[in-house]
């Protein structure tokens, strides 16, 4: 482990988060690997019993690097929705891929916030610009003629750069749009959408998360490739009123039968599909046999949404 000296701005993230944090929040920087250039897979938050440990692998740009896992973890302390995945496709390699492509699309909508206070620290100026770049580049490679099966990936780096540039940077910009030029103009569309109301709260962070779920497919399909499916593979959670959580469940979610299962139970799952928002907002395995009977569903219906949360132990989020 090196020791590594953080700035001050990365030391007032720490402290906050250690406010906040009912364990110990540390920094551990791992190794001696500097690529030059900075990428989102450079750090990871690892807990351990009442402590978590945010390791940083490559020490190109520490504070930038430390001080993003250190703004995510700020964002799950402060009560914005988190993403969780419970349903499982019955194949391990294609569930890893789904989870990477949900959970890098939840991440992008929570750059906009991210990203922004960062800038406010100073933590990004035109040296970390320049890095951000090369791991664009180190990642992704310029588009073909005809385009390969790499599109699905072009089109999420791309969105996330949008949102860490903004679109005023025209030097970036055009580079992008000579090197990716179809994935980038489909990613400035998603870009638009989900900069077009602030995400000022949880309530508008999780409805620009849905967005971009649903707008990423359908420009998935525009290409004729598959789409990716997450509002229902990956559970939103929740951000409700006081007068939600008091409503029957049948008023604010349907049961969705899905071909998926129960990670838990290895059980058919039923997905409890947001009937304000089509997302996957919580999931319950399919009843056993003994079960099978309509008192099951009417019974689950009939409970509160605050009743149902408690049973399932599902965290979610109070306006």
């Not at 007032?12 to 540390?26: C, M, Q, R, W, Y």
């Not at 559970?235 to 071909?259: A, G, M, P, W």
């Amino acid at each position: 482990m090196q020791n590594v000296e953080i700035n001050a701005a990365t030391q007032s993230l720490l402290d906050a988060v250690n406010t906040i944090f009912p364990g110990k929040v540390e920094l551990q920087f791992i190794g001696k690997l500097q690529n030059g250039y900075v990428r989102h897979d450079q750090a990871q938050a690892v807990q351990d019993k009442d402590n978590i440990m945010i390791q940083i692998s490559d020490l190109s740009a520490p504070d930038y690097t430390a001080s993003h896992e250190l703004l995510h973890l700020l964002m799950t302390l402060r009560g914005f929705p988190q993403i969780f995945f419970a349903i499982s496709t019955g194949e391990e390699q294609l569930d890893q891929q789904l989870m990477m492509l949900g959970t890098e699309l939840y991440d992008t909508v929570c750059h906009i916030v991210v990203v922004s206070e960062q800038r406010k620290h100073g933590l990004i100026d035109s040296e970390i610009e320049q890095m951000y770049l090369k791991g664009i580049q180190a990642t992704i490679t310029p588009e073909p003629t005809p385009v390969d099966d790499k599109m699905t990936l072009r089109l999420l780096t791309l969105t996330d750069a949008l949102v860490f540039y903004g679109d005023g940077n025209k030097a970036v910009n055009a580079q992008l749009a000579k090197d990716y030029p179809i994935s980038f103009a489909a990613a400035k569309k998603l870009y638009a959408l989900i900069t077009e109301k602030p995400v000022d709260s949880p309530f508008t962070l999780r409805r620009n998360i849905v967005k971009l779920f649903k707008a990423f497919d359908e420009q998935l399909k525009d290409w004729g490739l598959p789409p990716i499916n997450m509002t229902e593979f990956a559970t939103i959670s929740n951000v409700l009123s006081k007068r939600q959580l008091r409503l029957e469940v049948r008023q604010t979610f349907e049961l969705y039968h899905s071909d998926m299962v129960d990670i838990k139970t290895k059980r058919r799952a039923y997905v409890g599909i947001n009937r304000a928002d089509g997302q996957n907002s919580f999931v319950i395995s399919a009843p056993t046999k003994n079960n099978d009977n309509p008192d099951y569903y009417k019974a689950i219906y009939s409970l509160s949404v605050e009743e149902l949360f408690k049973k399932l132990q599902m965290p979610y989020i109070l306006r």
